[in-house]
Each structure stands twice: as structure tokens, then as C-alpha cells.
């Protein structure tokens, strides 16, 4: 981010996990070793809010913050990015973006660091939000979307738990069957990509399963061979997997 330019960045997460990981703690610590002023915002649950976003906006304009980085998944990715069009069109209310009333003009960079394989939005120019007011969830695609840069390193997914992990696999292969299944004809190349990443995700998600029990004894590439290698590989997967399907 240095090397970017930028001064300021609202660093945003969701809950304890960021904490608990120790992530959040050393992402700071980077951004004060480099010099980068910082704001935190956390908060962000599941299916996303456009009323914290709304608050992310707000915190923005008034500390003239000029980079977003999302640490979490698909949830904190689309709660910057909804951000960020917010923070570019400060003009508009950012929900008429996802009711298609206008469309985001420019908006700040994202940085993602992923935690949880799952929606692709990492690679995505896509962003879904809810609206507790009216009870709507909408999405939408913006060329504003695209994350600057995305690390997804699979040791950052390791303290995600079984659940979470059959979450994240569910997610990718519904993403990846909503293009197996479209309307469009003579796709053959596109079908057995998906038809690859389906296979890949299922094995991949089944075995993270299987030795989780393991991994909760600690970070299993240390001492561990035959677990660490094979979970790491498998994250891994699953990270690969997370971005196309998404995408």
C-alpha cells in the first residue's frame, strides 16, 4: 500500500475471529512499521448491512481516508466495496446503486485479505447488500468493484471452523452451478472448468472436514507432515476454487 501511495486506509472485519486470529493486531502493526495512518471499522455479519456501510461512508469523508482493506470473506468484502462507491459518490444514496436507480461514478480502492474461501468476491465485480429497512437483499456488478489486490494466503483460513468451511464449499459450488446451468448454448470448454472446480471443491471441502479435529490442535504444517501438507494443499484448493467460481 505504501508503494500505492496511499495515507490513510479503514482497515474492516467483521468479528472476533480477526481478533482472535491475531490478524487484525499484525495488519495494523504493518500499516504503523510502514507510516499508514489507519481506522478500523468492525461489525460486518453475514448478508451485510447497508447501515454499517452507511457508517463506513460517513467515517470515510470525514477522516479523508483514500484506501479500503477488507479482511474477512465474501461478507466484509462487499461491505468495502459498497463502501467504497459510497465514499466515490458521496452524492448519491448508495442503495438506489443496487435498485439500479444509478450507478456508482468512480470509488475508492479495495484490498481484500481473505479468510474464508467461499463467494469469490476477492476476484469479483460483484457486491450484494441487505437492506434492514426494507427487508431487500439486491446485488449488483461494477467495474469499481474490482479489489486492487487480493492475499489469499491458506494459512489465513486455518482458524475457520468445520462449519464455516462446509459453508464455504457449499457457496463455491452454488456459484460455479448458477454458470453450469445457465441458458447459454455451446459452452462446452466453460462446462468442464465447472465441472473441475466442482469435483476439486468437493474433495477438497470433505477432507478439511475430516482432519479438523486435527487442526485445532495447532497450525498443522508444524510437526504434523502427513496432516499439514495435505491441509494445506486443500486450502488451497479451496482458495483457487473460491475466485473463478466467483468471478
Not at 72 to 79: Q, R
Amino acid at each position: 500500500m505504501k508503494e500505492y501511495g496511499f495515507k490513510k486506509v479503514l482497515v474492516h472485519f467483521g468479528g472476533a475471529s480477526a481478533k482472535k486470529s491475531g490478524l487484525l493486531d499484525a495488519v495494523c502493526g504493518s500499516l504503523e512499521a510502514e507510516g499508514i495512518e489507519y481506522l478500523t471499522l468492525g461489525g460486518v455479519q453475514p448478508n451485510p448491512t447497508v447501515a454499517l456501510a452507511k457508517k463506513g461512508i460517513e467515517l470515510c469523508l470525514k477522516e479523508h481516508v483514500d484506501f479500503i482493506l477488507a479482511i474477512g470473506g465474501g461478507s466484509v468484502l462487499d461491505s468495502s466495496k459498497c463502501i467504497a462507491d459510497g465514499v466515490g459518490s458521496p452524492e448519491e444514496d448508495v442503495w438506489d446503486f443496487f435498485l439500479q436507480k444509478s450507478a456508482p461514478k468512480k470509488a475508492l480502492p479495495v484490498g481484500a485479505i481473505l479468510t474464508l474461501s467461499a463467494s469469490g468476491s476477492e476476484m469479483s465485480a460483484s457486491c450484494v447488500m441487505s437492506n434492514e429497512e426494507t427487508g431487500l437483499k439486491r446485488g449488483f456488478n461494477s467495474v469499481t468493484h474490482r479489489p486492487l489486490f487480493s492475499i489469499c494466503n491458506p494459512e489465513l483460513t486455518y482458524s475457520v471452523n468445520k462449519f464455516q468451511t462446509g459453508c464455504g464449499t457449499v457457496d463455491i459450488m452454488m456459484h460455479t452451478l448458477e454458470r453450469y446451468f445457465s441458458k447459454t448454448k455451446d459452452t462446452v470448454l466453460t462446462d468442464r472448468i465447472a465441472e473441475a472446480l466442482l469435483k476439486s471443491t468437493i474433495e477438497a471441502g470433505a477432507v478439511l472436514i475430516r482432519i479438523r479435529k486435527i487442526m485445532r490442535r495447532g497450525p498443522p504444517y508444524v510437526g504434523r507432515k502427513p496432516f499439514s501438507q495435505r491441509a494445506y494443499k486443500r486450502r488451497a484448493e479451496l482458495c483457487d476454487a473460491g475466485a473463478p467460481a466467483g468471478a
